[in-house]
Antibody, heavy 120, light 107 residues
Framework: QLQLQASGPGLVNPSETLSLICSVS??????????WGWIRQPPGKGLEWIGS???????YYKPSLKSRVTIFIDTSKNQFSLRLSSVTAADSAVYYC????????????WGQGTMVTVSS | DIQMTQSPSALSASVGDRVTITCRAS??????LAWYQQKPGKAPKLLMY???RLESGVPSRFSGSGSGTEFTLTISSLQPDDFATYYC?????????FGQGTKVEIK
């Protein structure tokens, strides 16, 4: 059974760059059937899609975050990563990584989420 | 961009009740809609995809319907494990959009 595990610093200083890794186990990230994405959820609020990528390296970002977001993949390590620059308190959230099935057009597997707080 | 709007934002119901949640798209999305369940402190879980297809392992008391711009998620007989927040979600050509969520609380 494929599993996703998000990891990274739980505290980031304002104006700095948030960096998270999603490790994929139990299956290959190099599959034509899936996109790999990041979704976040501020405390007490709803889900917000940040961006997704295909194993080939193609990336897709939420327009309002595009100038600050980079998602990249390391197929040799079977993981993908998120970088969000110039963070503010508004970027404090639980960050989830997820697998989007192209067959179902839905995120069918999610990582457990990791809380990131932006504060000095 | 397509906007997804859920209603109600919250509802109170009792065990055994029939519960219906609505999701409306700002333009037609055919049947490309998914539903997720999220419990506090947990990641969302896929319930339905393509509007009416039940994800493997999801109880049959959950059902989905709709096409175009209006969709519903129905729980035929609410169980204690079903108290959670539910989100609709649409994917379209490299853009992923979630509804704002519907919290189902115990009456």
């Amino acid at each position: 059974q494929l599993q996703l595990q998000a990891s990274g610093p739980g505290l980031v200083n304002p104006s700095e760059t948030l960096s998270l890794i999603c490790s994929v186990s139990g299956g290959s990230i190099s599959s034509t059937n899936y996109y790999w994405g990041w979704i976040r959820q501020p405390p007490g609020k709803g889900l917000e899609w940040i961006g997704s990528m295909y194993y080939s390296g193609s990336t897709y970002y939420k327009p309002s975050l595009k100038s600050r977001v980079t998602i990249f993949i390391d197929t040799s390590k079977n993981q993908f990563s998120l970088r969000l620059s110039s963070v503010t308190a508004a970027d404090s959230a639980v960050y989830y990584c997820g697998r989007h099935s192209r067959l179902k057009d839905a995120f069918d597997i999610w990582g457990q989420g990791t809380m990131v707080t932006v504060s000095s | 961009d397509i906007q997804m709007t859920q209603s109600p934002s919250a509802l109170s119901a009792s065990v055994g009740d029939r519960v219906t949640i609505t999701c409306r798209a700002s333009q037609s999305i055919s049947n490309w809609l998914a539903w997720y369940q999220q419990k506090p402190g947990k990641a969302p879980k896929l319930l339905m995809y393509e509007a009416s297809r039940l994800e493997s392992g999801v109880p049959s008391r959950f059902s989905g319907s709709g096409s175009g711009t209006e969709f519903t998620l129905t729980i035929s007989s609410l169980q204690p494990d079903d108290f959670a927040t539910y989100y609709c979600h649409h994917y379209d050509t490299y853009s992923w959009t979630f509804g704002q969520g519907t919290k189902v609380e115990i009456k």
